[in-house]
């Protein structure tokens, strides 16, 4: 079971960070992934951490801006979200896969385990 908390308001060019609480077991043999979505739009894929390597991954709207992290006392992998902007504002979703392929990880479609959203609206 995924877990996700940490959304809030927040106002534009602050900071928030998401957490995904996880099993170690999931940790150690399943890549991470965080997704969002915006009222009206597709699932967007935002970042993956890869259990294989520790390799992260960003998209291209986010990068340099979003860093996303291992906590193993807290058996957590967690989005540290900074200048925060208004087209940020969506539910944001943590889930799980077994694919080591980073190519695969952007696909929601890959990802077996989901959990439940935490919503983020950044305001202007």
């Known amino acids: 079971q995924l877990q996700a908390s940490g959304g809030g308001l927040v106002q534009s060019g602050g900071s928030l960070r998401l957490s995904c609480a996880a099993s170690?077991?999931?940790?150690?043999?399943?890549?991470i992934g965080w997704f969002r979505q915006a009222p009206g739009k597709e699932r967007e894929w935002v970042a993956c951490?890869?259990?294989?390597?520790?390799?992260?991954s960003y998209a291209d709207s986010v990068k340099g801006r979003f860093t996303i992290s291992r906590d193993n006392a807290e058996s957590t992998v967690n989005l540290q979200m900074s200048s925060l902007k208004p087209e940020d504002t969506a539910v944001y979703y943590c889930a799980a896969t077994p694919s080591g392929i980073l190519s695969t990880l952007r696909i929601p479609s890959s990802y077996e385990h989901w959990g439940q959203g935490t919503l983020v609206t950044v305001s202007s």
């Open positions: 951490f890869s259990s294989s390597d520790g390799s992260t």
């Open positions: 170690r077991r999931t940790l150690d043999y399943y890549a």
